[in-house]
């Protein structure tokens, strides 16, 4: 297996990244705040990926590679470090959606995770579509815990983040803030 066979680039299901709503907090805000675009910001990457765990190291790299093709080295650490949490937490979701289906007769094809990274030369947006409509919950971890801080992270790392179910489409987006 190559690294392009877990992270290839692909076309996106739609025909542009759907709309995000700003939070000003952790959790998500009414439809009152103001929507972005991704389309409204200059730099942008996508890939889409197998929902394996194998995936997550190759699209840490890209994000890494494009945050510092965009001149923004300051933020490459932070970025690399939500990417890895939020890709994780689709990988996750999806394997447990793949799981529900197993039971079910259900065609079985392999699920996949969608990542979207986009600048406008100050700040990183981050967004990660999975399958499930289940929307991220904070989980008390134990101090020895290996799991269970993820959000934590995301939380603490990034300038606000939020979660939302795109209109027509099935799955959720989670995205995340990255400003200086």
């Known amino acids: ?15 542009s990244p759907p709309l995000v709503t700003a939070a000003r907090s952790a ?20 890939l889409e990926l197998d929902a394996r765990p ?21 933020l490459a650490d932070t970025v690399e470090l939500l990417v890895s949490e939020l890709v994780t937490n689709a990988v996750n979701a999806s394997a447990g959606l793949a799981a529900q ?3 079910a007769q259900l065609p079985q094809t392999e699920p996949r995770v969608r990542f979207w990274l986009a600048s406008d030369r100050s700040q990183v947006m981050i ?9 991220p919950a904070p989980q008390d ?17 990034s ?14 987006i989670v995205w995340a803030l990255c400003a200086p």
């Open 1 to 15: 297996m190559t690294i392009s066979d877990i992270a290839a680039p692909r076309r996106a299901a739609v025909a």
């Open 127 to 135: 967004h990660v579509w999975d399958p499930d409509r289940r929307k």
């Open 54 to 74: 194998e995936a997550v190291r190759p699209t840490r790299h890209h994000a890494r590679t494009a945050v510092c093709r965009w001149r923004l080295d300051d």
């Open 27 to 46: 959790r998500p805000r009414p439809q009152a705040d103001k929507a972005v675009s991704l389309r409204a910001w200059p730099l942008r990457t996508y």
């Open 159 to 172: 300038a606000r983040w939020g979660c939302y179910s795109p209109d027509g489409h099935r799955g959720k």
């Open 101 to 103: 289906r197993g039971g």
């Open 141 to 157: 971890a134990w101090p020895d815990a290996e799991t269970g801080r993820g959000l934590l992270l995301v939380t603490t790392l």
